[in-house]
């Protein structure tokens, strides 16, 4: 029987290479959100990253935000997405793939300040294709969860 290849994201190797310093995590994050560029509208940036758990903030601005100055339920949608799917690059073996299929939200409170979102994963032993759900927290300036999302992503063999 052979071992279980370890995650091999390209993503981590950097973070663990310039992670260190708020310079790097705000440059690795830069070249995250220009990969997928809807991303930057939120201008994310990495706080922590390593398999099993991604957390990023996001400064509440004038361009996230909705018609009565909180921030926006499509802004803390793209943190959430942002944060479940580092999660997943970087606890995912090697041989695997992953994509969202499906995300449901949950707006706890408004979102007055600047935000970080969290998402921990309990389990990353993936040893088979399927679908998990990828829990993500949003939390406040005063550590108050104001959004809570559970995104469906489906876990494929890489071709």
Known sequence: MSA????????????RAIGNN????????????LKAPFFTTINPVLTRLEPGR???TMK?????????G??????????????????MEVSLRGDMRW????????????AKTDLKGV??????????????VVPVSVTDADDVEVFRADISMRISWKK
Request: glycine share 6%; net charge negative.
């Open 60 to 68: 509440k601005r004038w361009l996230v935000t909705n018609h009565i």
């Open 99 to 110: 994509i969202p299929v499906g995300m449901q939200v949950h707006y706890q409170k408004m």
């Open 4 to 15: 279980i290849p370890e995650p091999n994201s390209p993503v981590l190797k950097a973070y």
């Open 70 to 87: 909180t921030v926006h339920a499509i802004a803390m949608c793209n943190l959430a997405e942002f944060v479940g799917g580092l999660c």
């Open 119 to 132: 998402s921990v994963l309990d389990d990353i032993a993936f040893t088979e294709p399927g679908d998990i």
């Open 22 to 33: 708020p310079a790097g995590r705000w440059t690795l994050s830069r070249a995250i959100a």
């Open 54 to 56: 991604v957390e990023a």
